[in-house]
């Protein structure tokens, strides 16, 4: 098929604040392709494509498309364009059914009844032509992300799209969903349509991309067709230099994890369950024990008692039912301060609203929870020449770019914020870790440096309780996964047995449902 350049932009600048996002990016995209947007956190992908979409407005530079200057000033004029986006965080009504989602802010053929037959029938015909097998009459609140996806997809195509930029479109999907995604984007090329993929994951774009445009600290690095890219390549393109391929952990095959032959039981929990403010069992039966050394990664899609579980083990909430169990010790009913002075480290969630204080010092978030146990404090009274200094330290082994340990917390980045949580973390001599999505906004170098931290400190036998939405993530470096469905653990593999497949089903609830 003859390919012809659709849409062009060319010298675009972005600012905010300070902090260059866009410099100068060049930008092509072909007809009928998939293009890899590649990059690290923070490249300016997809500020970059929020640009074209009209969610920003560019400093300067401009955008050609079909050989003609255009303007978007918004959306909507990207629409009556042709440009259509998915975005990572879908933009849905859960209490109205797909049908309504998809035409909400369209003309309708019957404005002022409830007959929408005609919408049906158009948008039944668009299912039927690009394979995305959906019950239109379903509501969005029951349906998996999978097929939420689809309904995002599908509102693109009933505007008339002829550009669709996807925002990291696999985060939240199991592998089978992943299959059946890249499927519809190979039938959405075949019937004309060109593609944007924004991703982070070097597998996706060797695995569905024609072509892989690369940028880096918002800069363009390099743009070539996919029979002419390697990993190292990309890597190359997405870190720089200063990254040792051969040391990592991402990257070689010697450094990834060996099964523990460390015995002594850490962390055991027998039967725990727990029921939420609003009655609702958020936790049921729930069973595993970790030992010295291990790495005991828990799966599952979003939403599935994955928090609730990291904050029970922490002392957060408490059980309702069940025993926690730590070297023997019972400590069911412990708090977060008896278990932090156990030797528990924390990696929370939601790095904006939990072990984090915007309006204190970096150097006080990075003692927070451990501030009134020495070096930090004696009697109650905080050492604030040991804060500092042990601050200094942390600031420039885990490189988190601010003016000092005074700097406000608040004027931190969403990367440097979860550096701080790492840094306070790894600092401390520690018997259990639990990490909940501990390299989530972190660049490729960073991750493995998490990764390394992990290893290093699980040969000093301390024990790993690693959640995380990231399944590549955990079939790295766990020693066993666990999978979590509706607050449930389903199923522990080993990691002889790990199958991203199997761990798919389990997560989707499907090896459960078929019981």
């Known amino acids: 098929m003859e390919q012809t350049t659709i849409l062009q932009m060319h010298e675009v600048n972005k600012t905010f604040d300070k902090v260059k996002a866009l410099d100068n990016v060049e930008f092509e995209l072909k007809s009928n392709e998939i293009l890899g947007l590649l990059g690290g956190n923070g490249a300016g992908k997809t500020t970059l494509m929020n640009v074209l979409y009209g969610l920003y407005k560019m400093d300067s530079g401009s955008i050609i498309l079909n050989g003609k200057p255009i303007t978007i000033p918004s959306p909507k004029d990207a629409i009556a364009h042709g440009i259509g986006m998915v975005h990572q965080h879908f ?261 904006l609203a939990d072990g984090f204080l915007h309006k204190a010092s970096v150097a006080y978030n990075l003692i927070l929870g451990y501030h009134n146990l020495p070096p930090y404090s004696n009697k109650g009274i905080v050492n604030w020449k040991n804060v500092n200094a042990a601050s200094r330290e942390m600031i420039k082994k885990f490189t988190i770019k601010t003016t000092g340990p005074d700097d406000a917390g608040g004027n931190l980045s969403g990367g440097n914020i979860q550096r701080v949580m790492i840094a306070r973390a790894f600092s401390q001599s520690s018997k259990l870790m639990v990490a909940h999505n501990p390299t989530r906004g972190l660049d490729i170098p960073s991750m493995d440096f998490v990764y390394k931290n992990i290893f290093e400190h699980a040969e000093t036998g301390m024990a790993t309780l690693l959640l995380s939405e990231d399944l590549d993530e955990l079939l790295l470096i766990s020693n066993r996964i666990a999978v979590m469905y509706r607050g449930k653990i389903v199923g522990i593999l080993p990691r002889e047995k790990f199958d991203k497949y199997a761990i798919g089903r389990m997560m989707s609830g499907y090896d459960q449902e078929s019981k």
Not at 91 to 117: F, H, M
Not at 135 to 149: F, H, K, N
Not at 327 to 348: A, C, Q, W
Request: charged share 25%.
């Open 91 to 351: 933009l849905q009504i859960n209490n109205y059914t797909v049908l309504d989602n998809i035409i909400l802010g369209t003309s309708v053929s019957r404005p002022w009844t409830a007959d929408r037959k005609k919408e049906k029938a158009a948008i039944e015909e668009l299912c039927k032509r690009f394979g995305l097998e959906i019950d239109l009459d379903a509501y969005i609140e029951t349906l998996p992300l999978g097929v939420r996806q689809k309904v995002e997809i599908l509102k693109a195509l009933y505007r008339g799209v002829n550009i669709l930029i996807l925002d990291e479109p696999t985060t939240n999907l199991i592998p089978q969903e992943v299959d059946a995604l890249f499927e519809t984007l190979k039938i959405m090329v075949k019937e004309g349509l060109s593609i944007v993929f924004i991703t982070h994951k070097l597998r996706e774009v060797l695995h569905i991309c024609d072509r892989i445009s690369v940028l880096r600290e918002g800069k363009n690095v390099v743009s070539l067709t996919r029979k002419d890219a390697t990993d190292e390549m990309l890597v190359r393109a997405m870190v720089g230099e200063g990254m040792d391929l051969q040391k990592s952990v991402i990257f070689s095959e010697s450094s990834k994890r060996v099964v523990t032959t460390k015995k002594e039981t850490v962390l055991q929990l027998e039967n725990v369950s727990l029921v939420n403010a609003d009655k609702i069992n958020v936790l049921s039966d729930i069973s595993f024990e970790i030992g010295a050394g291990e790495i005991l990664g828990v799966a599952g899609v979003a939403g599935n008692g994955q928090r609730d579980l990291a904050e029970v083990v922490m002392g957060i909430q408490t059980a309702t039912s069940g025993t926690i169990k730590f070297l023997n010790e019972d400590i069911t009913h412990s708090s977060t301060k008896e278990n932090i002075s156990r030797g528990f480290v924390y990696i929370p969630e939601d790095r």
